[in-house]
């Protein structure tokens, strides 16, 4: 698919996709994996018919003569759309593995960033970044549970028996592998989204629970955790802020990345 200079290439087991409606790649800051949706023509049934739960799919997106950015997922569901289409959902592939690895331990005077790191480490994916709480838990216990709720059970017992100030620390798998901590996703670079350079429409929050939103011409390689510098010249903001969400659209006739910031509460 092509609009206007965008490209998208998408392989969903062995079907290699020449039309797509609509694509929808989603990433959280407070959720452990990135999500995608795929809208696809199928008057006849025949991609119904093809497509597995469990295929591989892989998606490039990005500018013509331009290097694509790629995303690796997992299909989880298939269900009718409009209009002879159907929606084809997934996770990330790595990501999924913070869901499937189950651990089963106990541990007795430990620190929190220990914890976490054993439990990521049993995922075999690399670590990135875990940081140090600078205090021990007596006793902490993951009754078979994965690896992502093992670390939200974690910022739940700081939270609750130390009173520790746990809403900004997030676990996500970023590109050089996991991260646990108040911290962002590294960049050698971060996008500038400015009045008349990128800048669609910029909608503030209207309360302290609500995340501001911004709109702008695709960044097919922007994911949550990154910063990005927002110039809006007509409510005089001139800063530097952390993703919290990100949603890619790519429709018939546009597309669009979607940033959310502002104030984090947690999960």
């Given amino acids: 698919m092509n609009i206007n200079g965008v490209r998208t290439h998408i392989i969903i087991g062995e079907l290699e996709v020449l039309r797509c409606p609509r694509l929808e790649i989603r990433s959280v800051r407070r959720a452990p994996m990135w999500t995608f949706e795929i809208t696809l023509p199928d008057p006849q049934g025949e991609i119904y018919q093809a497509v597995s739960l469990g295929d591989a799919v892989n998606m490039g997106i990005g500018y013509r003569d331009a290097a694509a950015t790629k995303w690796a997922g997992t299909v989880k569901a298939v269900r009718p759309g ?3 289409q159907i929606i084809i959902s997934g996770v990330g592939a790595d990501d999924e593995l913070l869901n499937t690895t189950i651990v089963c331990q106990s541990w007795e005077n430990e620190t929190p960033e220990a914890i976490v790191k054993y439990a990521a480490g049993l995922t075999g994916l690399e670590i990135a970044q875990i940081d ?9 216990v993951a009754s078979t549970i994965p690896v992502w709720q093992l670390v939200r ?7 609750r028996a130390f009173d520790l100030d746990m809403s900004a620390w997030k676990f996500w798998l970023g590109p050089d592998g996991i991260h646990w901590g108040d911290h962002d996703q590294p960049s050698a670079c971060y996008p500038g989204i400015m009045t008349g350079e990128g800048l669609i429409t910029h909608l503030p929050a209207d309360n302290p629970a609500a995340l501001s939103q911004v709109e702008t011409f695709l960044l097919p390689n922007m994911r949550h955790s990154r910063m990005f510098a927002l110039v809006d010249n007509k409510r005089g903001i001139n800063d530097r802020f952390r993703a919290l969400e990100v949603l890619h659209l790519i429709e018939n006739t546009s597309a669009r990345t979607h940033i959310s910031y502002g104030v984090e509460y947690g999960y």
């Fill in 132 to 140: 140090s709480i600078g205090m021990v838990i007596p006793r902490f």
């Fill in 82 to 84: 409009n209009k002879d």
């Fill in 153 to 159: 059970q974690v910022n739940e017992t700081c939270q």
